[in-house]
C-alpha cells in the first residue's frame, strides 16, 4: 500500500527520525506543524495502527480530517471523524474540549497539536489521553507554537528517559521567504514575535506595547505623602494591586498582593481613609 506525502523539510525530518516515545515539538508559527502530523499519522496508520488527533477546538479538528481526506482516497466516517485504512489502521479526530471521548480507548499513537491551547492540558494528558496509550506501549507527540509558561512548556522542560523535546522557529522552515520574517520583526511588538515566530514563551506577549516600553515607564517612588489611591481587585487567582498617588500625580505608594478576601479587606483598610480611593472591581 503506498501514499505519495509531502517531502518533509529537513528540521521535519530530525522529529520523525526520533526513537523517543513522547516527543515535545515547540515552534513557531509555519513550521509546518500540519504537514508534520500528516506525514507521521499517515505513516503510522499504513502499519496497521491506531492513531489519534487531538486539537484544541472541533472547527480545527473537523478542517484538519477534511484535509487528511483529500490526501487519503480511504474509507472514511464524517460525523465520526474517522479515517479507516484497509489494514485496519485507523486515524480518528478528538477536540481538547470534550478529552473525556478518550475514556476506554487505545492507541498506538496520539498527536496532540497545538497543545499549548488546549484547556487544562494537565488534566486531560494524565487522565485521559496518558491512559490510552498503556495497552499498545503507544507514542505521544506534541506540537505547538508556545503560550506563555503554561502546562505544555512544562513537558517541553520535562526531558529525562523517553522524552525528547525539539524547538525550532520560523526561520527553520527553508519554505519560508526569510524577509518576510524579518517585515514581522519590525512591525511586531517584541514580545509578540518571539513567541509567535521564535517560540520562545512570553508571559506578556499580549501586551501590544512591549516589554521595553513598560519598563521605561518604572521609575522610583515618590517620597511625597498619598493624595488619593487607585485598588485594582483581584478576580480568582489574580493579583491585588494598590497605587497612591502624590499631589503631582506621582506614584508614592504601591502593594501588589495575593490573599484571601478577608486579608485583602484588612489590607485595604489600612491605608489613609480620608483621601479619595477609586476601586476597579
Request: glycine share 6%.
Given at each position: ?42 505513516s503510522n496508520a499504513l502499519k496497521g495502527y491506531q492513531v489519534a ?229
Amino acid at each position: 500500500m503506498r501514499l505519495e506525502l509531502s517531502e518533509p523539510h529537513i528540521n521535519q525530518q530530525v522529529i520523525l527520525d526520533s526513537s523517543s516515545r513522547f516527543r515535545v515539538v515547540m515552534c513557531g508559527r509555519r513550521f509546518g506543524k500540519s504537514e508534520l502530523s500528516q506525514v507521521e499519522m499517515i505513516s503510522n496508520a499504513l502499519k496497521g495502527y491506531q492513531v489519534a488527533y487531538i486539537t484544541p477546538t472541533y472547527k480545527l479538528a473537523k478542517t484538519f480530517f477534511e484535509k487528511l481526506t483529500q490526501v487519503i482516497p480511504f474509507e472514511n466516517n464524517k460525523s465520526d471523524l474517522i479515517i479507516n485504512f484497509p489494514n485496519k489502521g485507523s486515524v480518528e479526530f478528538f477536540t481538547g474540549e470534550r478529552l473525556d471521548n478518550l475514556r476506554g480507548r487505545k492507541f498506538h499513537l496520539v498527536v496532540i497539536d497545538e497543545a499549548s491551547f488546549i484547556p487544562n492540558l494537565e488534566d486531560g494528558w494524565l487522565n485521559s489521553i496518558r491512559p490510552t496509550l498503556t495497552d499498545y506501549k503507544g507514542k505521544a507527540l506534541f506540537l505547538s507554537t508556545p503560550k506563555g509558561k503554561n502546562y505544555f512548556y512544562s513537558l517541553f522542560m520535562k526531558g529525562g528517559e523517553d522524552w525528547e523535546s525539539f524547538k525550532f522557529t520560523t526561520y527553520d522552515n527553508p519554505y519560508i521567504d526569510k524577509s518576510e520574517i524579518d517585515d514581522a520583526r519590525r512591525q511586531l511588538p517584541e514580545a509578540v514575535f518571539e513567541q509567535e515566530y521564535m517560540a520562545n514563551p512570553m508571559e506578556n506577549a499580549a501586551n501590544p506595547f512591549g516589554s521595553n516600553k513598560i519598563n521605561e515607564c518604572i521609575k522610583p517612588l515618590s517620597n511625597l505623602q498619598p493624595s488619593y489611591y487607585g485598588i485594582d481587585l483581584a478576580k480568582s487567582f489574580d493579583w491585588t494591586v494598590i497605587v497612591g498617588l502624590d499631589i503631582n500625580g506621582a506614584v508614592c505608594y504601591f502593594n501588589r498582593f495575593q490573599k484571601d478576601w478577608k486579608q485583602t479587606k484588612e489590607t485595604i483598610l489600612t491605608i489613609d481613609r480620608s483621601k479619595p480611593v477609586m476601586i476597579d472591581s
